[in-house]
């Protein structure tokens, strides 16, 4: 998020000619750009039914107590282990698999776009820029594998996505293909809870392989 070109009640970011000339001016320099830190996607790791459901509870409720873990594993028909094993349990998960997050809302960027480029080959100079000048938009995410990057983005009503669409296009030139399409708000929802009961009914008795 780029809270310097927020005055506290509007954004002064436009996609216009500045931003084409000032992406365009930082693809000159790419090799130069610094690097970005990127977090790769875990491998696959054995879980425990009982670790899964205190991840699924923390989601929920991030200070459960242990007599309410202990409810929720008699929910799914498992045993509960004793309330001084669950506490454990609990602050392990909370320290391993949770982090409280803020989410800012009703800041004036109502529009979220979801700007998609494929590239055809794996060293995309468009996808590192992107990367390097995310922190230029009001508030963005930059997601990207070898040929495939998206650009999460969160704009004021001014900005149109057509014209966003070309300024990018523009930049990724006649190797790259570009989608972009409006898309509603992240939900802040129990993703993992939603789904516990149905992952422990089909794992066995012992681990099973999960992603995390």
């Given at each position: 998020m780029n809270l310097a070109i927020f005055n506290g009640n509007t954004w002064s970011f436009s996609n216009d000619?500045?931003?084409?000339?000032?992406?365009?001016?930082?693809?000159?320099y790419v090799d130069v750009l610094p690097s970005v830190?990127?977090?790769?996607?875990?491998?696959?790791?054995?879980?425990?039914?009982?670790?899964?459901?205190?991840a699924a509870a923390i989601e929920s409720d991030y200070f459960v107590t242990a007599t309410e873990?202990?409810?929720?594993?008699t929910n799914l028909d498992i045993k509960p282990?004793?309330?001084r094993t669950l506490r454990r349990n609990a602050a392990n998960m909370r320290k391993k698999a949770a982090l409280p997050y803020v989410d800012l809302q009703n800041i004036g960027l109502p529009q979220k776009?979801?700007?998609?480029?494929?590239?055809e080959s794996e060293e995309s100079t468009l996808s590192r820029v992107l990367h390097a000048q995310a922190s230029?938009?009001?508030?963005a995410r930059v997601i990207s594998s070898s040929q495939l990057t998206v650009l999460d983005l969160e704009a004021p009503r001014t900005v149109d996505w057509l014209t966003m669409t070309q300024i990018l296009t523009?930049?990724?030139?006649?190797?790259?293909t570009i989608c972009?399409?409006?898309a509603d708000r992240n939900e802040i929802d129990k993703r993992l809870e939603s789904v516990v009961s149905t992952i422990t009914s089909r794992m066995p008795s012992g681990d099973s392989q999960h992603r995390r």
């Amino acid at each position: 998020m780029n809270l310097a070109i927020f005055n506290g009640n509007t954004w002064s970011f436009s996609n216009d000619f500045r931003l084409l000339a000032t992406m365009d001016a930082a693809k000159d320099y790419v090799d130069v750009l610094p690097s970005v830190d990127t977090v790769a996607q875990s491998k696959g790791d054995k879980v425990v039914k009982e670790h899964l459901v205190t991840a699924a509870a923390i989601e929920s409720d991030y200070f459960v107590t242990a007599t309410e873990l202990a409810e929720k594993y008699t929910n799914l028909d498992i045993k509960p282990r004793a309330g001084r094993t669950l506490r454990r349990n609990a602050a392990n998960m909370r320290k391993k698999a949770a982090l409280p997050y803020v989410d800012l809302q009703n800041i004036g960027l109502p529009q979220k776009l979801i700007v998609c480029i494929k590239t055809e080959s794996e060293e995309s100079t468009l996808s590192r820029v992107l990367h390097a000048q995310a922190s230029t938009f009001p508030r963005a995410r930059v997601i990207s594998s070898s040929q495939l990057t998206v650009l999460d983005l969160e704009a004021p009503r001014t900005v149109d996505w057509l014209t966003m669409t070309q300024i990018l296009t523009n930049l990724a030139g006649n190797t790259s293909t570009i989608c972009t399409f409006i898309a509603d708000r992240n939900e802040i929802d129990k993703r993992l809870e939603s789904v516990v009961s149905t992952i422990t009914s089909r794992m066995p008795s012992g681990d099973s392989q999960h992603r995390r």
